[in-house]
């Protein structure tokens, strides 16, 4: 599960003023998945609940800088270290994985732009 979630991958080049836009898309789908978004500098980190952060466990995070997304998951190594286990772990951040490919393709198809996007 660990070499599962380091192979995550999404960068998405949006078109000129769409990246904000497309960062909110993508965030209510995720949380429509039960993940939390919680606010950092680059963007947002999306868990459980804040105590994963706290304790440094694996989780979603998504960086808009100018109008390029990118997303990946964070200390994935440390995944099974916590009180929260595992299996719960992997599963939500694969959820919300999927919900915001599932935003960024239809994203794609209706701009024309493409998307690196490495989700196993």
């Not at 979630?5 to 998945?33: C, F, K, M, N, Y």
């Amino acid at each position: 599960m660990c070499k599962a979630l380091s192979s995550i991958r999404i960068v998405v080049p949006a078109l000129p003023g769409d990246g904000p836009i497309l960062a909110e898309r993508i965030r209510e789908a995720i949380e429509e998945t039960g993940l939390r978004a919680f606010i950092r500098a680059e963007g947002y980190a999306f868990m459980h609940s804040e105590l994963v952060g706290m304790l440094g466990l694996p989780h979603l995070r998504l960086a808009l800088v100018g109008d390029r997304i990118s997303m990946w998951v964070r200390d994935p190594h440390k995944l099974g270290l916590g009180p929260i286990g595992a299996e719960e772990l992997y599963e939500g951040i694969m959820r919300g994985v999927e919900a915001a490919v599932s935003v960024i393709r239809d994203y794609c198809s209706e701009k024309g732009v493409e998307a690196l996007i490495y989700v196993p």
